[in-house]
């Protein structure tokens, strides 16, 4: 028996998730790359019909070429004619790189004139789109000054001095920018892994500056109602404020809160995300200075902190508005309740002294009552001694003065009596 048949059974007992997670380490690896070298790169933004809608033309488009692309796939490389493509699927754009092997003018689209009928084939926005060329030899002073603005010219050692880099970060005349790359003794796969990390860095840096424009947009409609909140907070204060008409202004800031919140809150926290990326590679990079020149961290971070700042800072004034909202609604809820209260213990009062008043008043119809009873038997007893006297019995005087007291005190036993028989929850046996 081989020492290895125990573990037959792994494949059949693995996560499902398993083979996914192990296949996901690996992509998004860009293909070997020797200097010299050029390539270009686009960036397209695309919702989620676009998406499916590109997988389905990049198909075709790769079938002459036989390749092919399932649903799931993110990522994809192979060799498109002379051409070496590179496919990538990002959560809310895609990235096409096209690699042109070997030496030729730097910032030279000739050898890409078939890429322009792809991109135009494709669906969704073009976000960025860079040049890039791979060189051995350091580009002459005429060369950097024919492709780059002089006043914007960035140069920066990278890869602890293995690497040198230009650009000006400008979109060109020919719709893209440029980036010059000079290999000082790369070695292996490392030309790639720069290559993908400068490209990374500003696919990045331009989604995170998405962020930039929607906080910009919404900055006054804030202010507005960050005033708005303060009028209705001070109304509330006032003791003769009509509860309704401030609730209901509330109720309108609330909603106009709650949509600018629920529009913006996505791309306030992707800015986040993409823009700690940036800071990642731009780590990654070991990026030096050249004297003389700007160098890329510091392009980075100068034009990228700024808007983060921004951006966060529109975050933080938006949840804080949300927040005294509803401390505002808190506090109308409370006076409301305290005003529901209040009348609620002066109806209470009020019934109290009802209840009262109609006590007494049954008091007194009660001592009428015993009144009238007895002077109604005291009457009827009147009579019937008139009649004995005719008939000559005669009764003295003495019973007719017990007899008044007795009558009154008989005739309240018997109307307390018929108070406890009628008595809620009693009964008579």
């Not at 960050?226 to 009509?242: F, G, K, S």
């Amino acid at each position: 028996m081989d020492g290895t048949d125990g573990f037959k059974d792994l494949l059949a007992r693995s996560h499902r998730h398993r083979a996914s997670l192990s296949r996901e380490m690996h992509v998004r690896k860009t293909p070997r790359l020797a200097s010299p070298a050029r390539a270009i790169q686009l960036v397209l933004l695309v919702d989620a019909q676009e998406a499916d809608d590109s997988l389905v033309t990049l198909d075709a488009l790769l079938a002459p070429h036989g390749q092919a692309i399932a649903p799931g796939d993110r990522f994809l490389t192979c060799a498109t004619g002379d051409l070496i493509f590179t496919w990538e699927r990002h959560s809310e754009f895609m990235t096409y790189s096209f690699l042109a092997p070997g030496a030729g003018k730097p910032f030279d689209l000739t050898p890409f004139a078939s890429v322009a009928d792809w991109i135009a084939q494709l669906p969704g926005q073009v976000i960025r789109s860079t040049q890039i060329a791979l060189v051995t030899d350091a580009p002459d002073p005429a060369t950097i000054a024919g492709h780059f603005a002089a006043d914007d010219l960035i140069i920066s050692d990278v890869a602890d001095g293995r690497a040198r880099i230009w650009s000006d970060f400008r979109l060109h005349e020919d719709g893209f920018g440029r980036l010059l790359v000079q290999d000082k003794g790369l070695e292996g796969i490392e030309m790639a892994q720069l290559v993908q990390r400068l490209q990374e860095l500003g696919n990045y840096r331009k989604m995170a500056l998405l962020g930039l424009p929607e906080a910009q947009a919404a900055t006054p409609l804030l202010s507005r109602l960050e005033q708005q909140l303060t009028d209705i907070t001070a109304r509330v204060a006032q003791p003769d404020a009509d509860a309704d008409a401030v609730l209901e202004a509330l109720s309108a800031l609330s909603a106009q809160l709650a949509q600018t919140l629920t529009s913006t809150r996505y791309r306030m926290s992707a800015t986040s995300a993409y823009a700690q990326i940036c800071l990642d590679r731009i780590h990654s990079l070991n990026v030096a200075p050249v004297r003389g020149y700007g160098s890329l961290d510091d392009f980075t971070e100068r034009r990228l902190l700024p808007a983060m700042r921004t951006c966060d800072a529109f975050s933080r004034r938006l949840e804080d508005l949300s927040q005294r909202a509803a401390w505002t609604s808190a506090m109308l809820r409370t006076r409301v309740d305290t005003a529901l209260a209040r009348r609620n213990r002066d109806l209470l009062a009020s019934m109290d002294r009802r209840t009262g008043l109609q006590l007494r008043l049954q008091h007194t119809v009660e001592g009428l009552s015993v009144v009238a009873v007895s002077y109604y038997a005291l009457g009827l007893w009147h009579h019937l001694r008139e009649a004995l006297d005719h008939q000559g019995a005669h009764i003295p005087g003495w019973i007719d003065v017990a007899l008044i007291p007795c009558t009154i005190l008989a005739v309240w036993l018997g109307i307390r009596q018929l108070k406890k028989v009628k008595r809620p929850g009693s009964s008579a046996h």
